[in-house]
T-cell receptor
Framework: NAGVTQTPKFQVLKTGQSMTLQCAQD?????MSWYRQDPGMGLRLIHY???????DQGEVPNGYNVSRSTTEDFPLRLLSAAPSQTSVYFC?????????????FGPGTRLTVL | AQSVTQLGSHVSVSEGALVLLRCNYS??????LFWYVQYPNQGLQLLLK??????LVKGINGFEAEFKKSETSFHLTKPSAHMSDAAEYFC?????????????FGQGTILTVHP
């Protein structure tokens, strides 16, 4: 198993540009989520999905969209990039929504918005 | 709302010394608690988790944590630090009927190990 994969690893955008961060998992996990990591703030939940076709907002959803058309993929879209979205983005997956299941993280995408 | 607070953004120890990373939580329902480790330029990896079974939880790489309800704490310890333990450590909390698996993370503690 490749686990949780994310592309790209690095990205530089100009303010106002849009882009999609890709996330895929090959473990047939129901639950997937996106976090952003900023210095001194830990990880904050952006959006999550409990299954194909079902998504919901997390703690910091503004400026981001998600969809889940398949079990494997959970892309994160930045609609109009802003410097405040400069961050490291992590995708994670878990077998179910249950807390006892281990959550697996991807390697991250480092995004800079100029 | 649930939250965790990690006391100390940076902890420095000598190789072979005790590692103690502090985490206190706030929750109105019985919590599930986790410790994750992040090595430079990598994603997070689960060290251990408390899911209301044994209060003393053993994890990977010789780490353990004890759930203390009276102190609302879940501190991470390791008897003898190794150079390879240098990383950032995150405490996280989850729980509650409609939270749908959401984890709330602390601010992180960077552990430095000196030779």
């Amino acid at each position: 198993n490749a686990g949780v994969t994310q592309t790209p690893k690095f990205q530089v955008l100009k303010t106002g540009q849009s882009m999609t961060l890709q996330c895929a998992q090959d473990m047939n996990h129901e639950y997937m989520s996106w976090y952003r990591q900023d210095p001194g703030m830990g990880l904050r939940l952006i959006h999550y999905s409990v299954g194909a076709g079902i998504t919901d907002q997390g703690e910091v959803p503004n400026g981001y969209n998600v969809s889940r058309s398949t079990t494997e993929d959970f892309p994160l879209r930045l609609l109009s990039a802003a410097p405040s979205q400069t961050s490291v983005y992590f995708c994670a997956s878990r077998r179910t929504s249950g807390f006892t299941d281990t959550q697996y993280f991807g390697p991250g995408t480092r995004l800079t918005v100029l | 709302a649930q939250s965790v607070t990690q006391l100390g953004s940076h902890v420095s120890v000598s190789e072979g010394a005790l590692v103690l990373l502090r985490c206190n939580y706030s929750s109105s329902v019985p919590p599930y608690l986790f410790w994750y480790v992040q090595y430079p330029n990598q994603g997070l990896q689960l060290l251990l988790k408390y899911t209301s079974a044994a209060t003393l939880v053993k994890g990977i790489n010789g780490f353990e944590a004890e759930f203390k309800k009276s102190e609302t704490s879940f501190h991470l310890t390791k008897p003898s630090a190794h150079m390879s333990d240098a990383a950032e450590y995150f405490c996280a909390i989850a729980g509650g009927g409609t939270s749908y698996g959401k984890l709330t993370f602390g601010q992180g503690t960077i552990l430095t190990v000196h030779p």
